[in-house]
């Protein structure tokens, strides 16, 4: 889920959430995240560089989560509904405990593909 406002002209701000899981018993991973996407509009379409940074909530047997950042370009047209595609890069960072070593990182790089449907367009 992201939710986004126009910010200025057809660049837009917003925040989001998503909900995934690394694999069968490995809990949710939900990252929380700004959106932010400055983009160029032709006559029909609108194409977006898609910036999101934020923080992913997690915590499976001793894990915890840490930083996300997701990045990556966006299509969709300029009709009131529309289908919205997406390809880009995202990080998943974790965090575990090992005593007596401290905090060791591990992060989680992901090539992304959504599809999904454009609502209530206003873009200008």
């Not at 934020?54 to 047997?61: A, C, K, L, R």
Request: glycine share 12%.
């Amino acid at each position: 889920f992201t939710a986004n406002l126009l910010a200025y002209k057809n660049n837009t701000a917003g925040f989001g959430w998503r909900a995934l899981s690394f694999g069968k018993g490995q809990g949710v991973y939900m990252p929380v995240f700004a959106s932010l996407r400055p983009s160029i509009a032709t006559k029909n379409s609108l194409f977006s560089l898609c910036l999101e940074p934020g923080y992913g909530i997690y915590n499976n047997n001793g894990s915890k989560g840490g930083f996300y950042f997701s990045t990556g370009i966006s299509y969709h047209s300029l009709k009131k509904s529309s289908p919205y595609f997406f390809a880009g890069y995202s990080r998943y960072t974790t965090s575990y405990t090992i005593v007596p070593y401290g905090t060791q990182k591990t992060n989680i790089n992901a090539i992304v593909f959504n599809v999904g449907f454009w609502v209530a367009n206003k873009t200008k």
